[in-house]
């Protein structure tokens, strides 16, 4: 079974800190996609930045960037110089390439920012 | 504008009157799919359809129904509301196959049922 594992329901940050949140997962794949979604308190789901597994270079999307360590089963998100509007729950989320259909979410990291 | 409008916004409603969801998408997706948010269960899946007439069931399908007759839209179904299904319901879309795209969501559904 394909799991998507957030440790860390809550965290907090400073605000202009660098916080990284932290997700695992289970798949025998060896090709897949990752992702990482924000939900604000508009509820509105925000696709912040994808990773392809076949690729080692580590994704990055302005302030956001990831650590994908495929070995260790390993994708977490970064945020540098944390603002106020990064305050939100994230969702790293799993999805095979083969058929590319079907997605597996975490439970979610509620990231609180600090002013 | 590429969206999914997913109405109604917010519903409140009693046990057992039935109730429907709509989702339509603009970006000829042939996936689209039901999720409901519940605090520290993250978004289970409820139902996904891969494309016209062809549907089947996600992780919690119990007391939803869907149906697929057109290609951009993809209604939720509670016949029977009972306050287990009180949740954030999410529609998503994208496209079918291999691709490095995600999701494209609703902007959910507040759904209560008292």
């Known amino acids: 079974a394909q799991t998507v594992t957030q440790s860390q329901p809550e965290m907090s940050v400073q605000e202009a800190e660098t916080v990284t949140l932290s997700c695992t997962y289970d798949?025998?794949?060896?090709?897949?996609?990752l992702f990482w979604y924000k939900q604000p308190p508009s509820r509105q789901m925000i696709l912040v930045i994808r990773?392809?597994?076949?690729?080692?270079q580590n994704a990055t999307e302005n302030r956001f960037s990831v650590n994908f360590q495929k070995a260790a089963k390993s994708f977490s998100l970064k945020i540098s110089d944390s603002q106020l509007g990064d305050a939100a729950m994230y969702f790293c989320a799993y999805r095979f390439s083969n058929t590319g259909n079907q997605f597996y979410f975490g439970t979610g990291t509620s990231l609180t920012v600090i002013p | 504008e590429a969206q999914v409008t997913q109405n109604p916004r917010y519903l409140i409603t009693v046990t057992g009157k039935k109730l429907t969801v709509t989702c339509s998408q603009n970006?000829?997706?042939?996936?689209m799919s039901w999720y409901r948010q519940d605090p520290g269960l993250g978004l289970r899946q409820i139902y996904y359809s891969m494309n016209v007439e062809v549907t089947d069931k996600g992780d919690v399908p119990e007391g939803y129904k869907v149906s697929r007759k057109e290609k951009r839209n993809f209604p939720l179904i509670l016949e029977s509301p009972s306050p287990n299904q009180t949740s954030l319901y999410f529609c998503?879309?994208?496209?079918?196959?291999?691709?490095?795209?995600?999701?494209?969501f609703g902007s959910g559904t507040r759904l209560t049922v008292v």
């Open positions: 798949t025998s794949e060896s090709d897949y996609y």
């Open positions: 990773q392809e597994a076949y690729k080692q």
């Open positions: 998503a879309s994208s496209l079918l196959g291999p691709s490095p795209y995600g999701y494209t």
């Open positions: 970006m000829n997706h042939e996936y």
